[in-house]
């Protein structure tokens, strides 16, 4: 089965501090992507990334970064963490073969103070 | 650009129905569709995945319908259970073809 896994469940973090998110898969997978979810708004692409050192502006990249430095590991960065960031953040991978079919992660939910 | 739409948002039925979920999208010109669950707090888990040339995909007691050329997909539960409380997220693969849109799902409780 695949597996990707973020680094917390739960964040708690204040207004200015640099924030990371991390993700690992397991499965080999290509492509990898960080998306937020917000009541009303649904899921939307932060950015992605499909290959090593490969990145990608999704539909809300203002305000982030991230880094893809091994193929198993995706790190999303806030710079200056703000209180609009508050959000659930996703993170999900998928290969070139099974149809792009794409694999999430549990979840960080990140409240910004 | 591509819009999903997933009518209706919440969605309550007494065990054992059969239910309909809807999705819709606008720019037929998709790759695949993917339906997920997604319960509270958590993260998505994939349900089926269905391919632009193909009209149905089924697992257990799922099946997703794909009409193309109309941009609609169902997702059939028969003899829904408590356990499918959840919220249903359909997303469709366009013309980059490993990036996804969502709908903002169907929120489902099957009460007993």
């Known amino acids: 089965d695949v597996k990707v896994t973020q680094s917390s469940r739960y964040l708690v973090k204040r207004t200015g501090e640099k924030v990371f998110l991390e993700c690992v898969q397991d499965m080999d997978h290509e492509n990898m992507f960080w998306y937020r979810q917000d009541p009303g708004l649904g899921l939307r692409l932060i950015y992605f990334s499909y290959d090593v050192k490969m990145k990608e502006k999704g539909d809300i990249p203002e305000g982030y970064s991230v880094s893809r430095e091994k193929k198993e590991r995706f790190s999303l960065i806030l710079e200056s963490a703000s209180t609009n960031q508050t959000s659930m953040y996703l993170c999900a991978s998928s290969g070139w073969t099974q149809s792009y079919e794409q694999y999430f992660g549990p979840g960080t939910r990140l409240t910004v103070t | 650009k591509q819009e999903v739409t997933q009518i209706p948002a919440a969605l309550s039925v007494p065990e054992g129905e059969n239910l309909v979920l809807n999705c819709s999208f606008t720019d037929s010109a998709i790759y695949n569709l993917q339906w997920f669950r997604q319960d509270p707090g958590k993260g998505l888990t994939s349900l089926l995945l269905?391919?632009?040339?193909?009209r149905e995909q089924t697992s257990g007691r799922l099946n997703a319908s794909l009409d193309k050329s109309s941009g609609r997909s169902t997702l059939y539960i028969a003899a829904s259970q408590p356990g499918d409380s959840a919220t249903y997220l359909c997303?469709?693969?366009?013309?980059?073809?490993?990036?996804?849109?969502f709908g903002t799902g169907t929120r489902l409780q099957v009460t007993l």
């Open positions: 269905i391919q632009s040339s193909q």
């Open positions: 997303a469709v693969r366009g013309g980059t073809a490993s990036k996804l849109t």
